[in-house]
């Protein structure tokens, strides 16, 4: 019981290690540095090894060739001379002997001489003389066939050829088995050698392959470094680090996306704290006034109407900046909603200029609208009439007394275009780039004056830009200012 209990905690705890080192050993091949290491090592231990294994396999045939075509063409000569000298007749011949002795020393081998009764008469190791011999290449070789064949177990070579007469006749056979002692020795010698190519290579890529690998990963570090830096809010977006070249485009892309995103986390806290304090303007004005109110006793009545005309108008001016806020944020692309709907551009903007028109009389500012041909498009009216009624009324606002403003319509297969230009102040150089930023107001006294809270031209490029249009400035200080604004006939959502 106590056994069992003891061999599933045993169990548990080795599937634990094993389960750990399972987890390792993915986290270590994940590693750009193993891997790279590990592919030098194999290349280097698994060439060498397998260039080892072909060149000794190759070595060997070529010595067996070698031996066996020597061992053929002696054995060849001593059957020839055996024929000559009547050997197998005679079974006597000095000549043949030495011969026969000297074959068989020189090549440490046995040969054997066997007549037409598959009677041995010659065996250089004189065992066997008188016997009978069955062997299979024996009978073969009195059929006629020259055998040789390498016996790679038993180490020896074996050699059968038939002596035949002038009748090509079969009249006894030469058989032999010369040892291949000397190759196996020679081979020895080069495995031994052999493996200490393969165990100093392996050793030297092994080296090789740590060096190569952490060479490899060091400036891959220095990319890590630079991104921690980052993130621990040390922030260089121009820095270069030195790396390889995609490492070093790498870094330039995301250090292009962290900027964008500065940008717009800046941008967004820029915004977050115009709008406090545009909020706040009118707050304060509104205090002061009330609070002058309340310090003062007997204060009469027109002055008490006085300053509340004074706190209404701050409180219409609120009221602008929260509209014209809500308006901003419903023309953001991510929020806007829009209401696409055949629209006649003439008559739209016919109405704008009705509307505007009674303030213009104010400043005598001639209003003119021309129209080259009658426009149809694809808009959402009440939005579109919104942001051109803002450029009209802008070009009205900031113009001169006894000035003028044209709006041009025109078109062609493809756009329609609104010209809205006026003769008044002009925008300065410098502020020209800035006038469609939110809260953006060149002279900002003139402009709150005017009842202006700078989100006027965000809201209606907004607008043009969610009907997949384009907006233009150009402006001269003193001459005058013209928008052009650019609007796809039909509209296409995107
Ligand atoms: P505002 O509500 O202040 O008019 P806008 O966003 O409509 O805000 O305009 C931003 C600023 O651009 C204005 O404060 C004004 O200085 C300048 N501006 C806009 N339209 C004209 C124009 N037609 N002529 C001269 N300046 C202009």
Redesign the pocket.
Known sequence: MFDNDENMLNNTEKKGIFKRFLLWLKMVSKSLRIRIGLVIIIIGIVIPLLTCLYLYGEIENSMIDMKMDRLLSQSNILKNNILKEGYLESRESEAINAELAQLSAMYDGRVLIIDSDFKIIKDTYVMDEGKNVISRNVILSFQGNNISIYRKNENYIEISLPIMNEKKKTIGVLYAEFSTNDIKYSMENIKKNMKMIVEFTSIVFIIFGIIISRLFVKPLKKVKESFEKINYGYVDFDKKIDSYTEMEDMFDSVNESLKRMKKIDDSRQEFVSNVSHELKTPMTSIKVLADSLAGQENVPAEIYKDFFEDITKEIDRENDIISNLLALVRTEKNNAVLNIAPTNINDMMEGILKIVRPIASQKNIELVLESFRPIEAEVDEMKLASAMT??VE??V???VVDGWVRVTLNADHQYFYIKVA?S????PED?IDL??ERF????KDR?RK?????????I?KNIIVLHNGEIKVY?KEGEG?T?NVRIPLTYVSN
Do not use: P
């Open positions: 803002n450029l802008n070009a606002k900031y113009n006026d008044g102040v002009g925008i502020s006038v469609f953006y107001r060149v002279d402009a005017s009842g202006g809270t700078g989100l006027g031209l965000a209606t402006s200012t928008f």
